[in-house]
């Protein structure tokens, strides 16, 4: 899995992919949107004003991954910190679960949208709206397997143990998809980066 994007005119970018690799990463994108759970949509005959104005949860999240896409804002120190925490948490939260739920379903619909080439797989197209879609999602994928599979500053240098796993081991093919997910998301920055 050695694509990597690349500037296209008008600030978007473009990647070959496989199938083996659009159906990974269409699967990881979904698996993300269950993660992040459905939106709050407003009722039949609600204001959809409302919703606005709607406070989220207070409490961070019992997952680990999810705590990882949602954190404390300010730690929880001593009890002032944890009370500002709380009220941040309960004004913000709703809004960054529908960016990154938008960000998901960017993803998953930018490559239900792709034509197959004669068996090689396909060239995916982003726009720049498009890319910076792809770069949350990207990131919160890369945040949610590195909390899954526990990984550490040490474990992704070069000479990390996430280069060193054996082939039997289980947690191969997501520290793999971890990898990879990495370099797409460095390409996709590096496209994006005035020059």
């Not at 726009?127 to 992704?156: F, K, M, P, Q, Y």
């Amino acid at each position: 899995m050695a694509g990597h994007f690349e500037a296209t005119p008008g600030g978007g970018a473009s990647v070959a992919l496989d199938e083996v690799e659009v159906a990974i990463l269409r699967s990881l994108a979904v698996q993300l949107l269950e993660l992040i759970g459905p939106g709050d949509e407003p009722a039949e005959g609600e204001d959809p004003l409302a919703a606005l104005f709607a406070e989220g949860p207070s409490e961070p999240p019992s997952d680990p991954a999810l705590a990882r896409l949602f954190p404390e804002a300010y730690g929880d120190q001593d009890k002032e910190l944890r009370e500002a925490s709380a009220e941040f948490r309960r004004f913000t939260e709703n809004d960054l679960r529908t960016r990154k739920r938008d960000d998901a379903l960017a993803v998953v619909r930018s490559l239900d949208a792709l034509s197959p080439v004669a068996d090689s797989g396909a060239v995916l197209s982003l726009t720049a709206g498009e890319c910076h879609h792809w770069l949350g999602s990207l990131n919160d994928l890369r945040l949610t397997i590195g909390t899954r599979l526990e990984v550490s500053d040490e474990d992704e240098g070069q000479d990390g143990s996430l280069y060193r796993l054996p082939d039997d081991d289980p947690r191969k093919p997501m520290v793999m998809a971890y990898l990879w997910l990495g370099a797409l998301q460095e390409t996709l920055v590096e496209t994006l980066m005035p020059g």
